[in-house]
T-cell receptor, first 115, second 114 residues
């Protein structure tokens, strides 16, 4: 295992629901990331946190709301999602960010289906 | 625009055979290139990482090559096993001043049959 866990592993929700995805890393890393992976498309970076502060938001719709309460936990709060938001949501962590050389360690992902 | 293109999109081979996956990129300036393996239902796991000064890097039966002049990389898998069935993702990192903004390819799906 990579040391990054995600829950739930699978989630089905209606467009009016509110749910949250959870990510936890046990590696002592300072940077955490949310990615969206759609079929046959490259991973899309959604949010980056470094030292518990958001450092990047790549034009993600406001129906996705991240939260980083401490350096080892990251949440993605979901509300009023659209069917096109169905995808695999991956969390990753790295020791730090900015050097460009660090490896990101990925969690297993949450498979989300929006009906 | 920074892009990473991978080919083929998918590949099916017999167990024991070798195969080579390709990655072309336009990322500039370039810092390093990684190959990740993503098993079905799992997150990507790093296989190799190469800086612009490295031409080849091995990890067991996986050998990655890099030609920074032509902006091409390949991942060669020797004596394939059923457990090699996965998606292989090429990831390029721009230079340090651009932080950790990785550019991902769409991946090559490899299926090894017995």
């Amino acid at each position: 295992e990579t040391g990054v866990t995600q829950t739930p592993r699978h989630l089905v929700m209606g467009m009016t629901n509110k749910k949250s995805l959870k990510c936890e890393q046990h590696l002592g890393h300072n940077a955490m990331y949310w990615y969206k992976q759609s079929a046959k498309k490259p991973l899309e970076l959604m949010f980056v946190y470094s030292l518990e502060e958001r450092v990047e938001n790549n034009s993600v719709p406001s129906r996705f709301s991240p939260e980083c309460p401490n350096s080892s936990h990251l949440f993605l709060h979901l509300h009023t999602l659209q069917p096109e938001d169905s995808a695999l949501y991956l969390c990753a962590s790295s020791q730090d960010m900015g050097s460009g050389i660090e490896t990101q360690y990925f969690g297993p992902g949450t498979r989300l289906l929006v009906l | 625009k920074n892009q990473v293109e991978q080919s083929p999109q998918s590949l099916i081979i017999l167990e024991g055979k070798n195969c080579t996956l390709q990655c072309n990129y336009t990322v500039s300036p370039f810092s390093n290139l990684r190959w990740y393996k993503q098993d079905t239902g799992r997150g990507p796991v790093s296989l190799t990482i190469m800086t612009f000064s490295e031409n080849t890097k091995s990890n067991g039966r996986y050998t990655a090559t890099l030609d920074a002049d032509t902006k091409q990389s390949s991942l060669h898998i020797t004596a394939s096993q059923l457990s090699d069935s996965a998606s292989y993702i090429c990831v390029v990192s721009p230079s340090m001043e651009y932080g950790n903004k990785l550019v991902f390819g769409a991946g090559t799906i490899l299926r090894v049959k017995s």
